[in-house]
């Protein structure tokens, strides 16, 4: 492990910088090119109860890097199984912009994962002009003297341009953006949507209409009690949680008066505050149980009405406390309008909140599109099951734009280059398990998991993160639920059981005998890389059906529709003789 450790260590180099524009949907007019060249790197799970301490580990670093490279905490992030570290890699005083690691100790100190990028042989740069701010590794493996310019667009998005010092041309650019003494005061909200309330789909008397009241839509609204400060005799448009502000166009006027604010319905500007204030609130006394994340309790500035109006919403992250924002679009039906819109873009900033820093990368800006529909499905699911899956069944899944879903039937072979198509392959993942598992539960996997999320993971590093924490969470109790569904989606092969890391049998194993039961098919599993025999016999003893299985066909399909009613049992043979054993029982006739 030592040497295998030292291999690894050689140089730790690795993407910050990175909390790219995240939003409800595309948004092409905004886009921007993003950076050349991403480095390469990997996630390493050693297990529970390792000896290699943090103090050990920095100083196992830093004797592998070059002399003029030096590394710098960029601080730890406490989580229910210990805490991650981050590292920044320093040259001449100043950061590398790709240049990181994280590592992962449990409560005891003790490291069981780390985040490396590949071995690099890195070329120094000769001479430093004066204005340099940051370095930069471009795809030669040459450190890059860069300056970071500033600029904001007229929607306020914060545009970041990384400047080649060396050519004096522009590198790339990106969007910065990632697309207590309060009183409680009575106000009407929609609970999650219109559509939702009525149990009902877009159209007729539920339509935007220009934000425009009327019966139906008015009788969609609940009253509830929302959080509020009242401060120097006035009702402040602000919570523990949430500030709103008018930061981006258009403008709209907030309410500030010594009475309680009446009640606003849709046609009020300030309805939309209202909405957000609540929704926000309430899904934060859920969070609070999930006592060990007191980072959630960072408030967040929200403008409810910008981005000049267009139909479209951004987190835009900052490293300073309170300072991140949520700019909601107006377009189509107001995105505020919709309590899933809300917990979306909320789920980003949860996501910068244990993983700042590290949302670039196909695959791991999917992830984070995915997180955000999963919460929002989620949520909507926790008030009303009515369409739970359909994303945004209010803003969305109308003329405006399709939305999205959490049920889709989508696997990692469907993976594009599309980060919004890709969010349905892991929001259908996480609510596959959340359905097994319960919410609580698949919550604190996912959220214990995403302090290990880095620049341009994969969907595996995700799904193998979440297998580790419930080892070190639950003892292994979610494992079959966990590895049956990621199997299903193609996302990782873990075995379902870790008792004996050496006994392949336990990479072969059955899915969705369930739905043979009614009927369906089954599924039989095979990760064990090599060749199978399999028998299916009945309960006397006599040979239904015989089969070849060879080494990479990891999924073949038991379909009830061969089988007469009645029980069956699977026989699984290896090449050198051992066997497992299946039930499959069928109640249908055909």
Request: glycine fraction near 4%; hydrophobic fraction near 35%; charged fraction near 20%.
């Amino acid at each position: 492990m030592k040497s295998s450790l030292n291999l690894w260590l050689s140089l730790i180099l690795f993407f910050i910088y990175s909390d790219l524009f995240v939003a409800q949907k595309a948004s092409p007019k905004t886009r921007l090119n993003i950076s050349p060249y991403v480095l390469t790197h990997t996630l390493h799970l050693f297990g529970a109860n390792q000896s290699y301490t943090e103090d050990r580990l920095h100083r196992i670093i830093q004797d592998q890097l070059a002399e003029e490279i030096s590394i710098k905490k960029k601080g730890a992030l406490k989580t229910s199984t210990g805490s991650v570290q981050n590292l920044q890699l320093i040259f001449k005083q100043a950061p590398i912009v790709n240049a990181m690691c994280k590592i992962l100790l449990d409560k005891k100190g003790n490291t069981w994962g780390i985040i490396l990028p590949k071995k690099l042989t890195l070329t120094l740069p000769n001479s430093i002009p004066n204005n340099t701010d940051h370095y930069f590794i471009d795809k030669t493996h040459t450190l890059i003297p860069i300056r970071i310019d500033t600029a904001y667009t007229y929607n306020k998005e914060k545009i970041l341009t990384y400047i080649n010092l060396n050519t004096n041309r522009t590198l790339f650019s990106r969007h910065a953006g990632v697309f207590d003494n309060d009183s409680l005061i009575k106000s009407v909200v929609y609970k999650p949507n219109p559509i939702v309330k009525a149990n009902t789909t877009y159209g007729a008397l539920y339509q935007d209409f220009n934000d425009q009241d009327n019966a139906v839509l008015t009788q969609a609204l609940d009253t509830v009690l929302v959080p509020l400060q009242y401060q120097n005799g006035l009702f402040k448009p602000k919570n523990k949680w949430v500030e709103l502000k008018d930061i981006s166009p258009p403008t709209n006027s907030l309410f500030s008066d010594n009475n309680p604010p009446e009640f606003y319905t849709r046609s009020d500007p300030n309805f939309e505050n209202f909405n957000i204030l609540y929704h926000i609130s309430k899904f934060h006394t859920y969070l609070d149980d999930f006592d060990a994340y007191a980072l959630f309790n960072e408030p967040i500035i929200i403008d409810a009405h910008g981005n000049n109006g267009e139909d479209n919403s951004f987190f835009t992250p900052s490293n300073d406390f309170g300072a991140s924002t949520i700019i909601f679009g107006d377009g189509g039906v107001d995105d505020a309008e919709d309590a899933h819109v809300i917990i979306h873009e909320y789920a980003h900033f949860l996501s910068h909140l244990m993983a700042p820093e590290s949302n670039l990368g196909i695959e791991r800006q999917s992830l984070d599109e995915g997180f955000g529909d999963y919460l929002a499905s989620s949520y909507s699911k926790d008030i009303n099951p009515y369409r739970y899956h359909d994303v945004f069944s209010w803003d969305g899944h109308n003329e405006f734009w399709d939305g999205r879903i959490t049920n889709s039937t989508k696997n990692y072979d469907d993976l594009t280059s599309s980060i919004y198509e890709n969010a349905e392959i892991w929001s259908s993942t996480l609510m596959d398990i959340q359905n097994n598992i319960g919410r609580s539960i698949t919550d604190q996997l996912v959220f214990e998991s995403m302090f290990g999320y880095f620049q341009n993971m994969r969907f595996k590093d995700a799904a193998r993160l979440m297998v580790s924490i419930d080892s070190l969470l639950y003892k292994q109790e979610n494992r079959t639920a966990l590895c049956s569904v990621f199997a299903e989606r193609k996302i990782y092969a873990c075995p379902i059981s870790e008792d004996n890391p050496d006994n392949i049998l336990s990479s072969i194993y059955m899915l969705n005998t369930d739905r043979f039961y009614w009927g369906g098919d089954a599924k039989l599993i095979n990760f064990s890389n090599l060749p199978l025999r399999v028998n299916i016999y009945t309960p006397e003893g006599k040979m239904h059906t015989r089969f070849q299985l060879p080494m990479n066909d990891t999924q073949t399909i038991i379909s009830a529709k061969k089988f007469s009613k009645g029980l069956y049992i699977l026989q699984v043979v290896l090449p050198d003789g051992k066997q497992k054993f299946f039930k499959l029982l069928n109640q249908k006739a055909f």
